[in-house]
C-alpha cells in the first residue's frame, strides 16, 4: 500500500475558547489535574457532550434500536468519498437532490463511497453570534436516494444535515430518515476545499464509546 503524500484534517480543533457549540448543550471542558513540575505528570480531565466538535451520528441518535457508535463496522467509515461543491448555497437555503444530481460527479455517487458535501460554511466555526447556526441544510429525499444508490455516509461541513433548532418540537427529518435506513452522519467537517478531483480517501472513525449515540472524530483525507 502507497503512503500518502499530503494528509488534510478534516476535523475542527476541540478548543475550548472557540467553539461552535449550542448553549443548551455539554460544553468543552479539558482542566489539568496534575503538572510535570507538582506531580511529576501532566494529566486532564475532559468532559464533553457525543455531538461535540466534529462527529458521527450513529442511528441510535435517533433512532429507539438503532445501531450505537460502537456497532458501526470500521469499513463504513473507511474509504473512497466524493466531494461535491454547493458553496453556492446560502444561509438556511434548501439542498435538493436536483442540487445533488447537477454535480459534475453525480455520477460517481454509489455503493460504498462516503459523500461529503461542501458548502464553505465550516469558516463560520466559532463565529461570534448565530451564523453558525444559518447554515444550509438538506431536503429529506436526499436520504432515501443515497440509501437506493447503496451510500450510507454523508459528511456535511456545518451543524447538521437539518435545520438548526434550539427548541421543541424536534423534527430533524433528514436524521430520522437517513439514519433509520441504516446510514450514518458526520457533522461539523472541516478543509473540504481541499479535496478536489477524483482519487480521494477518507478516515472518519469515531472514537469507540460502547453504547454511545455519537463521538468525536479525528477525520483525516488523502489522494
Not at 38 to 56: A, C, E, I, R, W
Not at 68 to 80: F, M
Not at 108 to 124: D, M
Request: charged content about 15%; proline content about 9%.
Amino acid at each position: 500500500m502507497s503512503t500518502p503524500t499530503t494528509l488534510v484534517d478534516l476535523s475542527h480543533p476541540l478548543d475550548p475558547e472557540r467553539m461552535s457549540i449550542p448553549p443548551d448543550l455539554p460544553q468543552l471542558s479539558c482542566c489539568p489535574i496534575a503538572t510535570v513540575s507538582k506531580d511529576g505528570f501532566s494529566m486532564h480531565t475532559v468532559s464533553l457532550g457525543s455531538h461535540t466538535g466534529t462527529h458521527v451520528d450513529a442511528p441510535s441518535h435517533f433512532i429507539a434500536d438503532g445501531k450505537t457508535i460502537d456497532q458501526i463496522p470500521l469499513s463504513a467509515l473507511v474509504g473512497p468519498a466524493i466531494v461535491l461543491d454547493l458553496t453556492s448555497k446560502g444561509a438556511k437555503e434548501v439542498i435538493t437532490w436536483a442540487d445533488i444530481e447537477k454535480s459534475p460527479h453525480a455520477d460517481q455517487i454509489k455503493a460504498g463511497v462516503i459523500l461529503l458535501l461542501h458548502t464553505g460554511w465550516s469558516k463560520h466555526w466559532a463565529s461570534p453570534g448565530h451564523i453558525y447556526w444559518e447554515h444550509p441544510y438538506l431536503s429529506t429525499d436526499i436520504a432515501e436516494k443515497l440509501i437506493a444508490r447503496g451510500v450510507n455516509v454523508i459528511g456535511v461541513d456545518f451543524a447538521s444535515p437539518d435545520e438548526s433548532q434550539f427548541e421543541p418540537p424536534w423534527k430533524f427529518p433528514f436524521h430520522r430518515s437517513f439514519l433509520g435506513l441504516g446510514g450514518f452522519i458526520v457533522e461539523n467537517l472541516t478543509n473540504l476545499e481541499q479535496l478536489k478531483g477524483p482519487g480521494v480517501m477518507v478516515n472518519l472513525l469515531p472514537i469507540n464509546l460502547v453504547g454511545s449515540d455519537g463521538a468525536p472524530v479525528r477525520g483525516l483525507a488523502w489522494k
